[in-house]
């Protein structure tokens, strides 16, 4: 390809790219002006948690995410299929949505002793 085949597609990419950005920014801002003071603070909160957690511990995160007080999950010790089913079950109940992590996708650095 020549340069200027190249310089064409790498504009038309950033000029995509820009519209796809203004557009997340405006879907961002609208949502973040219709949330309360609590649900803003609440998005800071990550709530650690595993697939087997007692059904009263399930029903106390989906009614904490219905009132907005929990901005993201961090699932361990699950299969792909649990993490699935759990992350929608929770994010369902949600009206603003979930950050969610698994464990496994963090690495770890062992310190020397």
């Known amino acids: 390809m020549s340069k200027y085949n190249w310089l064409a597609f790498f504009l038309a990419l950033s000029f995509h790219s820009a519209a796809q950005d203004a557009k997340k920014n405006s879907w961002v801002d609208s949502v973040f002006l219709k949330m309360k003071t609590e ?3 609440g998005q800071l909160f990550v709530v ?13 995160l989906i009614d904490q995410c219905k009132e907005g007080k929990i901005g993201g999950l961090l699932i361990g010790k699950s299969g792909p299929v649990g ?3 759990f992350a929608n079950r929770l994010q369902s109940s949600s009206k603003i949505p979930l950050l969610k992590r698994n464990t496994r996708m963090f690495w770890t650095v062992s310190l020397p002793r």
């Not at 650690?48 to 106390?60: A, H, I, R, W, Y």
């Open 83 to 85: 993490y699935a089913s």
């Open 48 to 60: 650690p948690l595993v697939t087997n957690t007692s059904k009263e511990d399930v029903q106390l």
């Open 39 to 41: 649900e803003k603070i």
